[in-house]
């Protein structure tokens, strides 16, 4: 079998970036601890140059290449420019905070790279195989990155769960992967599609498959009852490692989906469906209610995401081209608001001192006026308080919903949603009602603030004006 040297153009990001992530590791052998900013500096602009590349490669129809075991089009080119965008500002944030751990080392930058090539392997996958080699690129590297701190033993044993329920998840998925090829005979997601539309009886061994990969899914996604790694891993991890696991790998959990379910498995819809309605019912509540008795942010946060991916399933579950732009929409909308949220905690950490406390957000429109009112933006956008663009991304979900037909369900999700503002609200109160425990100024450097401040100014632009972020998604998608 021969390859065309023009097969590999659609890969050219992918390429790229594996090229730099390599060079970087070895130019970080040279560099003293005093000189890690260059791996630093470095790491950005293979970020920056891959996200070019994704834009200009970017096709106006679907390329299939490398025996049909890569796809290149709009929904992955749009995806990866925001796995990149994201993954900047994830750096851009950990920087002041790893350093004052001694944790800023060359590991950290190289393995969120090579993390990044994994979910753009996964974005574009269309072959079962190829999408199996994107997620456990990702998921090595995200079992690496929790355990780096090797003088925690909550990050020690973060990792251990994280490896051990990771490593049967994916065994699940594997498992059902092999049933779908054992009932249709190809890994292609396109073959699988047209062997289930052509064959209308439906095969026993075909359905233990998706229920298997279903789960796999769930577990990735974070979806309740397959999320009990979550609060353990966001609790356990350094908040750097933390910000980056619960951001850009949601987008490619997403695309995960949408080849696997919609793409390969479509025709198994009413299928798949029932199963995303309990994951998605289950996820909502518990997500919520959990939620409101933690007295760790970085533990409500977690929750707070399982809500946030039961919305994402609302969107696929729809099974319309609505329903598919307004998922993919939410999760972008979350990436960016997660992004701010965690990005907080670390803006009010300093040596020595964990910010992950609810308390520690006391008083804070005191100590910073400005802060406190990007942390209020970021609060009210995940409770999806309008003018915000959080509101705007659990309307489109709950449009989507009613149009398919599912209008009960599109009320749970605003009952649970109502339940989940309460705390949101909650650390709003603590930042201008109730008296500082800490007076120390915030001890961060100007890329972090502007980073921070830039990041909730974007929620609210998003907010007033969410039009072309949402046409940009049914486009993509359509």
Known sequence: ?????????????????????????????????????????????????????????????????????????????????????????????????????????????????????????????????????????????????????????????????????????????????????????????????????????????????????????????????????????????????????????????????????????????????QLLVILAVLSMGVGNIVAIAQTNLKRMLAYSTISHMGFVLLGVLAGTDEGYSAAMYYTIVYAIMGLGGFGMIILLSRAGFEADNLNDFKGLNDRSPWFAGMMLIFMFSMAGVPPFVGFWAKLSVLQAVVGAGLVWLAVLAVIFSIIGVFYYLRIVKLMYFDKAECEEPLDAGFDLRAALSANGLAVLFLGLFPGSLMALCASVIG
Do not use: N
């Not at 574009?124 to 995200?142: D, F, H, P, R």
């Open 1 to 273: 079998m021969t390859v065309e040297i023009s097969e590999f153009l659609p890969l050219l990001p992918e390429i790229a970036l594996l090229c730099m992530a390599c060079g970087i590791l070895l130019v970080d052998l040279f560099l003293t601890d005093e000189s890690r900013i260059v791996t630093y500096l470095l790491s950005l602009l293979a970020l920056g140059g891959t996200g070019m590349l994704s834009l200009i490669t970017a096709p106006t129809q679907a390329t299939i290449v490398l025996s049909d075991s890569f796809i290149s089009d709009p929904m992955s080119a749009v995806l990866k420019v925001f796995i990149c965008f994201i993954t900047a500002g994830v750096l851009v944030y950990s920087r002041h905070y790893l350093s004052l751990r001694q944790l800023l080392k060359g590991e950290f930058f190289v393995l969120a790279l090579f993390g990044v090539l994994g979910m753009m392997v996964l974005v574009s996958a269309q072959s079962m195989l190829t999408i199996y080699l994107g997620l456990e690129l990702l998921s090595l590297v995200l079992y690496a990155m929790v355990a780096m701190q090797r003088d925690s033993g909550m990050a020690t044993e973060a990792a251990m769960k994280y490896f051990v329920l990771g490593a049967l998840a994916s065994g699940l998925l594997l498992y059902g992967m092999s049933m779908i090829y054992g009932a249709t005979g190809s890994l292609d997601l396109h073959k699988i599609s047209q062997y289930i539309l052509a064959k209308p009886e439906k095969d026993l061994v075909l359905l233990m498959g998706l229920v298997f990969c279903v789960v796999g899914l769930g577990f990735k996604m974070g979806a309740v009852p397959f999320h009990m790694w979550v609060p353990d891993i966001y609790h356990g991890a350094p908040t750097a490692v933390t910000l980056y696991i619960s951001t850009a790998p949601k987008l490619a959990a997403f695309a995960m989906i949408m080849r696997l379910l919609v793409e390969g498995l479509g025709g198994l819809h009413a299928d798949w469906q």
